[in-house]
């Protein structure tokens, strides 16, 4: 949800004591803490404390802020630079992201008044760099009032001005545009600088729909599927404690659709954690069914655990291993929710795109045909295997799938229509979905099975 659209005062927040920080105060630092670190942007939100204490409507300023500086960030290095005549890459992050952070309010968000981001700006900057520095932050954000300076959309097919125009490393738009051409590229770009909404997968049965109304709404075309609402907490929806819900966009749901379930199967999850899908799959095999996750991280496997601790989610149990190595034998099904670059959910995870580079592919490329492959010791006669990722990226999607075909020739794809919606469905048979053609996060799966 846009913050232009939650945010409803006039006045500035003033910077905060240093017992409870300011939401603009607190954006920076974890901002600054994201460049410095290398720390995922959803792994420092959760672990501040300083976040937790401010109030719902200073949440959304906050998150506003950082996933708007995140998306826009070349976007927002080029504004400024046109202010700041040379020295800015050697600039401190926190001195960068006061600046970002500013311009991003100024140029972007129509309901924050000029003064409030000024004022604030400059005393950030007193507390996090120095009294130099922010004098030389007052003076950019006066001259950017005085003369704006905006970017002109580039023309379409040129891949450096669409790069720097929607806040993408170059690398990574050459990648898309080599693997899918130039025709789409701009709708791609501009879909992963879109806010994405919470989605939730109903899991069981709820005794009253209408008391749903003031925290989620349904989503059309998927019938199981429901939006959040607000910035509520998750954990005030009813049903949420029981595990009635679990967090899951509908793109991700449809590995689970393509491995398609039955009633007291023994299903394998590989790279189970945080445990949607886990959940998904239990709730369909049933009690005469078993679902045994296998995470190999200690910390993501406590997630798992909690995650799946409400009742009727007992059939699950919870293995900490590398998939690589775990051995387990007889399952009905496989499904390997594969680790992967992550590029069809870098709307929702706007950092990716600065965490990635070009080099990483390799060794995700080696761990998922050796993850693939030893799923096939895992299951029995006539079983099955889904391979899924949340990437757009053909090395770890479709190269995946021929290596496997190669190496395991008595294997074949299944064609995904007869699980999924046809739109959803390629011609080769995969199941692949766009957030600039769908409207949800980008996933590929594709069901295996042996030759009869």
Not at 269 to 285: N, W
Request: proline share 4%; aromatic share 10%; net charge positive.
């Amino acid at each position: 949800m846009s913050f232009c659209r939650v945010f409803k005062s006039k006045q500035g927040t003033g910077l905060a004591s240093d017992k409870k920080k300011s939401a603009r105060l607190l954006a920076v630092e974890l901002l600054a803490a994201n460049d410095d670190e290398g720390t995922y942007i959803n792994h420092l939100i959760e672990k501040s404390w300083a976040y937790k204490e401010l109030s719902n409507i200073d949440r959304a300023l906050c998150l506003e802020i950082i996933y708007g500086v995140l998306r826009n960030k070349r976007h927002l290095d080029t504004i400024v630079k046109k202010y700041v005549k040379r020295g800015y890459d050697a600039f401190p992050s926190e001195l960068k992201n006061i600046l970002r952070s500013a311009i991003y309010q100024l140029a972007f968000l129509e309901k924050i008044p000029d003064y409030a981001v000024l004022s604030e700006a400059v005393d950030i900057a007193k507390k996090l760099v120095s009294l130099r520095y922010a004098s030389l932050v007052n003076g950019v954000l006066r001259n950017y009032q005085r003369n704006p300076y905006s970017l002109a959309k580039p023309v379409s097919g040129n891949i450096n001005k669409l790069a720097e125009y929607y806040s993408h490393p170059d690398w990574l738009v050459k990648r898309f545009a080599k693997q899918f051409g130039k025709d789409e590229i701009e709708a791609f770009l501009a879909a992963n600088n879109q806010p994405q909404p919470v989605y939730f997968l109903q899991l069981k049965p709820i005794k009253s729909q209408k008391s749903l109304r003031d925290f989620l709404r349904p989503v059309p075309g998927f019938s199981t599927y429901f939006k959040l609402q607000s910035h509520v907490g998750i954990t005030h929806i009813p049903g949420w404690k029981e595990g009635v819900f679990c967090v899951q966009d509908p793109g991700s749901g449809m590995a689970v659709n393509l491995l398609a379930p039955q009633v007291g199967e023994k299903i394998i999850d590989l790279c189970a954690a945080p445990g949607g899908k886990t959940m998904a799959i239990s709730a369909l095999v049933g009690k005469t069914g078993r679902v045994i996750a296998v995470e190999s991280v200690q910390k993501r496997a406590q997630r798992l655990r909690e995650n799946t601790s409400s009742p009727g989610f007992e059939n699950v149990e919870i293995v900490i291993e590398d998939a690589r190595k775990v051995q387990l034998k007889d399952a009905d099904a496989v499904l390997i929710d594969a680790p992967c670059s992550g590029l069809g959910v870098l709307a929702r995870r706007a950092d990716l795109r600065w965490q990635r580079t070009p080099y990483d592919f390799i060794a995700l490329v080696k761990l998922q045909q050796e993850i693939i492959s030893k799923a096939v010791t895992m299951i029995k006669p006539g079983g099955r295997i889904v391979y899924s990722t949340c990437t757009l990226d053909k090395a770890e999607n479709e190269e995946i799938a021929a290596y496997f075909l190669k190496k395991f020739p008595d294997f074949e794809v299944e064609q995904a229509d007869k699980f999924i919606e046809k739109e959803y469905v390629t011609e080769s048979g995969f199941v692949r979905t766009w957030p600039f053609k769908h409207g949800i996060d980008g996933s590929f799966s594709v069901r295996l099975t042996r030759k009869k």
